[in-house]
């Protein structure tokens, strides 16, 4: 005759209960939203734009509200994209990437497309 001294419904309570936190913790994670500037590209603009405007620059769809631009990684050189957005929206005061921000040389470079 064996007899049980313990209860196996808490452990069985417990490994269910991290499955659980497991799997919303994994759904949570794969339906979020990317974070802003991950992956992508900001310019302030000098002058902001009357109307928010969505343009194509280098491929790549940019949005612009006010003196605020976002546009996601193109594969191009950093000055490239940032030339390519001077000449759609106009010269910048600053230009963000991944990385970080161009340097003041770099912004000179890039604003010489206006």
Request: charged share 15%.
């Amino acid at each position: 005759m064996i007899i049980q001294t313990q209860n196996p419904l808490p452990r069985m309570l417990f490994a269910a209960g991290l499955a659980m936190a497991g799997t919303i913790a994994s759904f949570g994670a794969t339906v979020s939203p990317a974070k802003a500037g991950t992956n992508a590209y900001s310019a302030t603009l000098v002058s902001g734009l009357e109307a928010p405007a969505k343009k194509v620059v280098n491929g790549v769809l940019w949005k612009c509200a006010g003196d605020a631009c976002v546009g996601p990684v193109d594969g191009s050189r950093a000055v490239n994209t940032c030339r390519q957005v001077v000449k759609t929206f106009g010269a910048v005061t600053k230009f963000a990437t991944p990385k970080g921000e161009l340097s003041a040389e770099d912004l000179q470079h890039c604003n010489a497309a206006a």
